[in-house]
């Protein structure tokens, strides 16, 4: 039975590589003096293969990169030193069986052939994400295969999966492992730094440093995108596809360093394994704290649509509700996310039920079976399915874009027959501009064309998740 025996958290500036820095890499001493404690570590355990996970190699929106090639080679030749050069052989083996046990999850992975690395100008050599630290891995200890894997733009819950096919890969495996996760940190540290500066870049750094630390995988997994990308950082997604990888363990972190010589942060953290631990089951704690938190308006969609699911009837209104829910009237929408990312969402603008709680139960049942954009819920889906209830304020006419705001408001926009809808705080929508955009191409609207436009407030009701 194959083990992962070890992992470890890797900058990858290619500064640090004496032979590409000639003398600028003493900047970076913590960082190197890491590299080289964490080479020796390695060469201590003595992998049958290492894994590196890496933000550098070609990442596509849906589709994970794992190179099928034979022999993994790059250089550093983009950094002036086609010179220095690293070669090793693949354990496609193990790829395929990673790829085999992605796809049971429903996650695409596999490498590219020539012809769409070609028409996408991408080649299949180690990119310096990769080469960095093995650069200084195989100064120390070489008799070792690699398995290249690139970053996907899916959720960072889906990512975390992708790492648990990994694990599973590995432990039907004779392979004894070690896992880098190559990544930077926060590229916006310093005003003089290449990138800028950014507030959010140090807040970044501190919440990842400490989570690694503490081995505190939820707080990763609770980042959001506006909040990486503020911080200008890499690294993220290739840190959860390792902690995937790394689900069931008892985690034994301990950091190495931290610093930020460019504007830059560099951290280097070795993780080690210390038996299973049923407890550090992630993605299942983080469903049983989030049902612990749900209020009745979620209880009651969640019920609606499980029901519908396995038994194909429409519930009746419970008794037990609060009396705001049978009382009062109200649109409802009903949003559906698994995996962090979103499975059905159905809503009505008006009330076109009885009460609140009629609204929600109809509209749970289509946001899961009657969504255009997706397939109905099927029924082993329903434990990892994650819900949230907008209560929509009677909206009012506005005169222009300049009274929304993207946190506090909804917008509704209608032209005759046609009407879009976009509830408020969503993430990646940042700017009144993009709200109006996204509703008039809801509703099939035209930007040129004349509209007009509401704005409306909710009550939205979702799980907390620490």
Known sequence: MGRIIGAYIFPHPPIIVPE???????????????AIKA????????????????PHAPAFEDYIYISEHKTLKGSFKRFGRADVNLSFDNNLNLVQSIICHASEEGIQAGGIDGATASRYGLDNELDWGALVPLYYVSKEYKDFKVIH????YLSLEELYRFGMSIKKAVESSNEDVVFIASGDLSHKLSHDGPYGYSEKGKQFDELVVKSIGESDVNSLLDIDEAFCESAGQCGL??????????DGYRLKPEVYSYEAPFGIGYCIAKIDIAGEDSERKVLDKRIEDIRKNEDEYIKLARKSLETFVKEGRVIEVPDSLPAEMKENRAGVFVSIKKNGQLRGCIGTIEPTRKNIAE???????????GDPRFYPVEEDELPSLVYSVDVLMKPEPIQSIEELDVIKYGVIVRSGHRSGLLLPNLEGVNTPEEQVEIALRKAGIGKNEKYSLERFEVIRHEPYRR
Do not use: W
């Open 149 to 152: 894997i690139s970053i996907s």
């Open 39 to 54: 080479a020796g570590e390695i060469k201590n355990q003595k992998p049958s293969t290492i894994i590196v996970t890496t």
């Open 237 to 246: 997604r290739s840190f959860v596809i390792m902690y995937g990888a790394l």
């Open 359 to 369: 609204e929600i139960i109809h509209n749970a049942i289509s946001s899961g079976t």
């Open 20 to 34: 590409v820095g000639k003398g600028e890499e003493e900047a970076a001493r913590k960082t190197i003096d890491a």
